[in-house]
């Protein structure tokens, strides 16, 4: 390892830090000297640590790893003690042969290296990494590893095990096993550590995963999925057996799909509820569960994300009288809270509401929810159909899944209710025509229709590590910026701290395109337009797409660029 260069001569040279910067720098340093130039640059706010590990790698020659990025492999964790880790600040993350590959934040570390080196008995070759996320990576492999160790010391590993490829019967006597295994108190406080922990994260959903050699927690926080923790193998059958019970299901049938729910106490009585999904895989079944926290739900539809246009607009819809309102977008994208966000805006005591949804995720007090159980025959449609003799005033229906149930919200819609409902599209204007395609006739649908709304959730740049970027001309207009706004566009990135644990990002916020039926829209439609004729005349009358809504939200300072490019398209 040769240096080609003092790291502050790099900085400078690179117009990363002036020169001036760098003076005050060594003048702390002469009276620290234990403190390293870029330690010092940071705690001043002149350099980013992002900035530093790519400086360090061009003085040293040594490439840059993303930490976050990366899967270890228990095996490579082992090879070095937690004391060790911890003490010089290292992550082994890959080996080659005799070669251990090693991530470190300072290369000049000789000391570090030769103790590794020494207990090892392989050869190193250093990566770096910034501190932040090494530090981040130490956490979440020895937090979660001590926790697991503490709450499976009890747990009799080889009492019960069942392997998903045997037969499809599991004798009586082993369900028996398992069901006093998941009894037991390790595998319970196992169990409840994982839910707790996803309540405390603030998490959005877990996934416990089976594959042939490894079994896994996943969190998604923040529409992010990321590993929580890895598990022993002979847990699987517990671990999922203990879900299956506390869901009210059936712990011998592994062959097909099941669904359920579990209520959660926490915190001085306060209950949260968890939407379970089993699902039958080839290495065993994969577990989902979605938080439903009605705590967070905030039903305020001036703090969603609404620019106020766009508000302007939805609120004007849902106080008519009659028509239809369709909000679209994928799994996951917050249709469900802007729904009962207009319907709490709309819920008084002089109204009648009810709704079809599969499942019901939130209790919503003073209006009339009915669960959709389509093995009994309470499909959508005989929902809607039935709530035309329940004297209604609003109607909102979970999805519009076929043309029976589009055809009788339509109706429902002409003939003095106001019906709310999701679609599957990936904007406002394919909407339109995805009803038609359904077998919606267009003159219906132009004179049903009231608004769509296409919508997006975007993670938010984390306020606290929050800081201006410098962004190329040429790559603002790429992205859709217009050319006589580039001059004063800004652009904001999360640095990473331990308020957003280093992802420099700390909750969401929706991107909302809202396109309001005009009268040139309804003559359109009803001529059979296409999904481009009806965008382009959204636009002429002054709907901004989402990704034009994304590109004010990274002006105000709210999300990434980056973040833009992920949940929506030119």
Do not use: W
């Not at 999805?399 to 999701?422: C, Q, Y």
């Amino acid at each position: 390892m040769v240096k080609s260069s003092k790291l502050g001569e790099i900085l400078v040279k690179n117009n990363i830090i002036y020169e001036n910067d760098l003076n005050s720098a060594l003048k702390i340093q002469e009276k620290n000297p234990n403190k390293r130039i870029g330690e010092i640059l940071i705690e001043n706010k002149l350099l980013s640590e992002e900035e530093l590990v790519n400086a360090l790698s061009l003085q040293f020659g040594i490439p840059v790893v993303d930490l976050a990025k990366y899967e270890i492999r228990d095996d490579i964790i082992k090879l070095i003690p937690k004391e060790m880790i911890k003490k010089h600040y290292v992550i082994p993350i890959n080996r080659f042969g005799n070669t251990l590959i090693l991530a470190v934040d300072d290369p000049t570390d000789i000391t570090a290296i030769d103790d590794i080196k020494f207990y090892t008995g392989y050869n190193i070759e250093v990566v770096i990494s910034s501190s932040k996320d090494i530090n981040i990576l130490i956490d979440k492999i020895f937090d979660n590893a001590s926790a697991v160790d503490s709450i499976s010391s009890d747990f009799n590993l080889d009492a019960v095990e069942y392997e998903s490829e045997s037969d499809d019967d599991v004798a009586a006597a082993d369900i028996r096993a398992i069901e006093k295994e998941t009894q037991e108190g390790p595998i319970v406080k196992l169990v409840n550590y994982i839910l707790t922990e996803a309540v405390k994260k603030k998490v959005s959903d877990i996934h416990i995963e089976q594959f042939e050699k490894s079994f896994r927690v996943r969190y998604r926080l923040d529409g992010v999925l990321s590993e929580f923790m890895k598990l022993p193998m002979k847990m699987r059958s517990a671990i999922v057996s203990r879900l299956k019970i506390m869901s009210n299901l059936n712990i011998a049938e592994r062959r097909l799909p099941q669904d359920g729910r579990i209520k959660l106490k926490y915190d001085k009585n306060k209950e949260i509820d968890f939407r379970v999904s089993f699902l039958p895989t080839l290495f065993g079944e994969k577990v989902v569960l979605r938080l439903l926290d009605k705590s967070n739900l905030q039903l305020d539809l001036k703090v969603l994300g609404f620019e106020k246009r766009e508000l302007d607009l939805f609120y004007q819809a849902i106080n008519k009288p009659y028509g239809m309102i369709l909000v679209t977008g994928p799994t996951g994208s917050g249709k469900t809270t802007t729904l009962y966000s207009a319907l709490s805006e709309l819920n008084k005591i002089d109204v009648n509401i009810s709704t079809a949804e599969d499942p019901v995720e939130y209790n919503l007090e003073g209006i009339n929810q009915v669960q959709i159980r389509e093995n009994v025959g309470l499909t959508f449609a005989a929902a809607l159909r039935s709530f035309l003799r329940q004297d209604p005033d609003i109607i909102l229906v979970g999805e519009m899944r076929d043309l029976e149930t589009a055809a009788i919200g339509v109706k429902a819609a002409l003939t003095g209710h106001l019906v709310l409902s999701t679609l599957h599209t990936n904007d406002a204007p394919g909407t339109v025509t995805r009803l038609v395609d359904m077998g919606i006739e267009p003159f219906l649908l132009s004179n049903s229709l009231l608004l769509v709304v296409a919508q997006r959730l975007a993670r938010k740049i984390c306020q606290n590590c929050k800081k201006e970027v410098k962004v190329a001309k040429d790559v603002l207009l790429r992205y859709g910026v217009k050319e006589d706004e580039v001059d004063t566009f800004r652009v904001f990135k999360g640095e990473g701290c331990d308020i957003c644990n280093g992802t420099g990002c700390k909750g969401r916020v929706a991107l909302y395109e809202v396109m309001p039926i005009t009268e040139s829209m309804k003559d359109i439609i009803a001529k059979g337009a296409t999904s481009l004729e009806i965008k382009n005349n959204a636009q002429l009358d002054g709907m901004k797409t989402l990704r034009e809504v994304g590109l004010m939200k990274v002006n105000q300072g709210l999300i990434s660029l980056e973040e833009v490019s992920r949940v929506t398209i030119e």
